[in-house]
């Protein structure tokens, strides 16, 4: 069982920039590849961005390429989403999520552990 909590979520104008964290519990946090993912009223879970086990790779969603960046502390049990450039579109609840799948997967279902969210709002 691993238990996520995700923190950092705010209010923040756009153009501005927030950095999502989310802690894990569990002492295999560094066998996961972790994920995030974001939820809009009135739309699917979509995924964000994802980082291997190590650190040494990530995929981002096209639509937050070049704006994003996830990352990892395996000694803290922490990943992180530093969210840069933001716009009113990217306003959403955001979830981390742990995948025992071995590949920065973007799909869901892969994922098996989510933490409850964090509300992103940006204004224009």
């Known amino acids: 069982q691993v238990q996520l909590v995700e923190s950092g979520g705010g209010l923040v104008q756009a153009g501005g920039s927030l950095r999502l964290s989310c802690a894990a519990s569990g002492r295999t946090f560094s066998s996961y590849t972790l994920g995030w993912f974001r939820q809009a009223p009135g739309k699917e879970r979509e995924f964000v961005a994802a980082?291997?086990?190590?650190?040494?790779?990530?995929s981002l969603a096209n639509s937050v390429l070049g704006r994003f960046v996830i990352s990892r502390e395996n000694a803290k049990n922490t990943v992180y989403l530093q969210m840069n450039s933001l716009t009113p579109e990217d306003t959403a609840v955001y979830y981390c999520?742990?995948?025992?799948?071995?590949?920065?997967?973007?799909?869901?279902?892969?994922?098996?552990?989510w933490g409850q969210g964090t509300q992103v709002t940006v204004s224009s």
């Open positions: 999520a742990v995948s025992r799948s071995g590949v920065t997967t973007t799909m869901p279902e892969l994922y098996t552990y």
């Open positions: 980082i291997s086990e190590s650190g040494g790779s990530t």
